[in-house]
């Protein structure tokens, strides 16, 4: 630890915070845990736990992030946790062992932050991105292919004909179809993602929760719900936007091909941006918290 007088939390203190961060999660953890027990799939929560590496186990795992002493016979499991060592008459995150594993990935995730912070949000591509990903599909390109489609495959082919599609996005762009590549503006790369990567993406987002559990356990476990929870409200948006038709999984859709759909869909982009605009600013201050320590 390089506090010289860190805060402490007593066992009755952090193991009621505990008890909380398990109880939201479970909202999601919960039923992805009975699905895959029954052999069942969802098209929008799997996402949630597929694309995202974080397994449900860690994701209910509560931590009082960097600098923070726990204290008490249940704290001493921890001990057997990856970067958690004995600090005074408690256990804390072991900066140094988690810094010498993973200080060039802090650094990089506080140089994405920091520059994806600094630029003005753009609210101009209205979900694009999960057309592209269905415009003229070669075999096996189809990701879905259990839901119907709204419009067809000719009408959703005409929506992506008649749009500018501007995705900002590598993780987003790299799902494109074949014939969607082309029709982007960008072309979105892992080496360019620091100078292309923009808050009003919803893609950008939903990986605040990434780059908390990738810090994690520097990260508070009450953060990386926040983040986590941004994640599963934006991907309802992403797929209400999109080509599919969830009217059978209880959602109505956000028709991004009208006017009103427009409005309705940039309305709550700007809302995500706000959110994950504070997020990220608390994630840069456990970034810069670790790259700050001796």
């Known amino acids: 630890m390089h506090l010289l007088d860190p805060p402490v939390l007593a066992e009755e203190e952090w193991t009621v915070r505990e008890a909380a961060h ?6 999601w953890v919960l039923p992805h845990q009975q699905r ?3 052999g069942e799939a969802h098209p929008v929560w799997d996402f949630l736990f597929s694309y995202y590496s974080q397994t449900p186990g860690r994701l209910r795992r509560w931590h009082p992030g960097v600098g923070t002493v726990l204290t008490g016979p249940a704290a001493e499991a921890r001990l057997s946790w990856p970067f958690h060592a004995r600090v005074g008459q408690g256990v804390a995150v072991d900066v140094g062992a988690f810094l010498a ?7 990089w995730v506080h140089g994405l932050l920091s520059a994806t912070a600094g630029r003005s949000p753009q609210f101009g591509c209205f979900g694009l991105h999960e057309w592209a990903m269905l415009y003229r599909p070669g075999a096996g390109e189809v990701r879905h292919e259990q839901l ?3 419009l067809g495959q000719a009408g959703t082919d005409a929506v992506v004909d008649s749009h500018r599609v501007q995705c900002s996005h590598i993780d987003a762009y790299r799902f494109f179809t074949r014939a969607g590549v082309p029709r982007n503006t960008l072309t979105p790369t892992r080496e360019t993602q620091q100078q292309l990567e923009q808050p009003g993406c919803l893609h950008a987002t939903m990986d605040l929760y990434k780059w908390a559990y990738k810090l994690s356990p520097a990260v508070p476990g009450e953060l990386l719900a926040d983040c986590f ?3 599963a409200d934006v991907r309802e948006l992403d797929m209400r936007a999109s080509p599919y038709d969830l009217t059978a999984l209880g959602w109505s859709p956000v028709a991004i091909e009208t006017p009103a759909g427009k409005a309705e869909y940039v309305a709550a982009q700007r809302g995500f941006a706000a959110r994950g605009a504070a997020l990220r600013t ?5 970034c810069q918290e670790l790259l700050d320590a001796p």
Not at 22 to 27: E, G, K, L
Not at 282 to 286: G, Q
């Open 22 to 27: 398990q109880r939201r999660v479970d909202a």
């Open 36 to 38: 895959r027990r029954a």
């Open 101 to 107: 594993k993973r200080s060039t990935a802090v650094g």
């Open 148 to 150: 119907p489609l709204r």
């Open 229 to 231: 929870e941004l994640a």
């Open 282 to 286: 608390r994630l840069l201050a456990v």
